[in-house]
């Protein structure tokens, strides 16, 4: 279990994050949500133990994060970060491979043979015909497809991802947040996503939390946070609110300006 408690964060003097105090169940997926600057990614590094927190403390299995050496959080927890691959240079089988870097020695090596679970990810991710491609020949939805890869086969019980499906078709998001709920479903993951598109969040997430000048404006089920006034108060923005017909879950359709509306219809 991760827990937040009273956590407060200041980035060059200004106050992002204010008396923050959660918990995050594990074996679900937990997805943050809320404006551009809200601190989304501040959070999700604090989570990380990338970031210390001004003041407060982030703790996992009862253990502050500070606690902990960077080799043995990273047995236990795993981060997708925008723009965190390698540089140029590598095939995407050994970018892959790099996530073995927790259970290796001095040496690069492991006491058993990983070769199978790397295989398995990267068909899992529709990477094997791209296996000995290097790294700077692929588009930005294969390297993000390829830094996934790269996390799952650090196995972690925890799983951090910043804005995974930046880059990606629709069709890839779908592919890529299937995946991850199949993990997640499978090896009973933690994992916690930031998430720009609503939508998204309410059929992949078990609970969201909303960001909302520097504090929780709401936390819990899709259908219990997702309403028609906390998308007009966080986004500032008139929509409708239906449900999914197939999951049930809330889906948004956001609503143009009256003037705009009015063209649509005319248009029509």
């Not at 993000?144 to 799952?152: F, S």
């Not at 609970?207 to 028609?228: D, F, Q, T, Y």
Request: hydrophobic letters at 40%; aromatic letters at 4%; a neutral charge.
């Amino acid at each position: 279990m991760i827990s937040i408690q009273h956590v407060s964060k200041r980035v060059n003097g200004r106050s992002v994050l204010e008396n923050l105090s959660f918990t995050l169940e594990p074996g679900r997926i937990h997805g943050i949500i809320g404006p551009n600057g809200v601190g989304k990614s501040t959070l999700l590094q604090l989570l990380s133990g990338v970031r210390k927190p001004s003041s407060g403390d982030v703790s996992l299995s009862g253990v502050n994060l500070s606690n902990f050496s960077r080799k043995a959080l990273a047995r236990r927890l795993a981060v997708l970060q925008q723009g965190g691959l390698p540089p140029a240079g590598f095939t995407v089988r050994q970018v892959v491979e790099m996530g073995r870097f927790p259970y290796q020695n001095w040496f690069g090596d492991e006491r058993e043979d990983h070769s199978a679970l790397i295989d398995y990810t990267l068909e899992s991710m529709g990477l094997t015909p791209l296996s000995n491609r290097p790294l700077d020949q692929l588009s930005g939805g294969e390297r993000q497809r390829v830094a996934l890869a790269k996390v799952m086969v650090q196995e972690p019980e925890i799983i951090l991802l910043d804005e995974p499906t930046t880059y990606l078709d629709i069709g890839y998001q779908v592919q890529l947040l299937d995946t991850v709920r199949k993990w997640q479903q499978e090896r009973n993951l933690t994992v916690v996503a930031v998430l720009h598109d609503l939508n998204l969040a309410s059929l992949y997430c078990d609970r969201i939390l909303v960001l909302h000048k520097g504090g929780v404006a709401a936390m819990g089920a899709p259908a219990e946070v997702l309403s028609v006034d906390l998308i007009r108060e966080v986004y500032q923005t008139e929509a409708t609110i239906v449900k999914h017909p197939l999951t049930g879950t809330p889906q948004i359709l956001l609503q143009p300006k009256q003037q705009d509306a009015g063209r649509l219809i005319e248009m029509t």
